[in-house]
């Protein structure tokens, strides 16, 4: 797992996952999901009503509508505003997520090759 550390702001938190200003319904969704706030009286599905809420009929969401969203997501968690933004600050930037492969002594070991390879 690979991200970054908690963030000082808001502002810095909105910057990280939405690089130009504006943030779409992906981005929101991962914050919300980085900050493990899904399962907390609020299904996956409920961040994608809260956000386009809060979108209107734009495609994505400025500054101010996603601290109308957040403010959304504190009723919705039944959470202080304050409360929230804490734990969505120290949750940080975007988290990347991936798998590492395990040894396999037939890939690793070039004394098993066989052929062309071999040599």
């Not at 909105?14 to 504006?22: C, D, I, K, S, Y």
Request: zero cysteines; proline letters at 3%; hydrophobic letters at 40%.
């Amino acid at each position: 797992e690979v991200g970054f550390g908690p963030a000082d702001s808001l502002d810095e938190v909105f910057e990280l996952f939405a690089p130009n200003g504006e943030m779409d319904g992906r981005n929101f969704a991962k914050m919300i999901r980085d900050a493990k706030l899904v399962g907390r009286n609020m299904a996956a599905p409920d961040v994608d009503l809260i956000f386009a809420k809060a979108k209107g009929k734009g495609v994505k969401i400025n500054r101010k509508q996603f601290v109308l969203a957040l403010e959304d997501v504190a009723l919705r968690t039944k959470m202080e505003y304050d409360a929230l933004v804490q734990i969505i600050m120290d949750a940080g930037g975007p988290r990347l997520v991936g798998t590492h492969a395990e040894a396999n002594k037939f890939h690793d070991d070039k004394t098993t090759y066989t052929g062309s390879h071999g040599r």
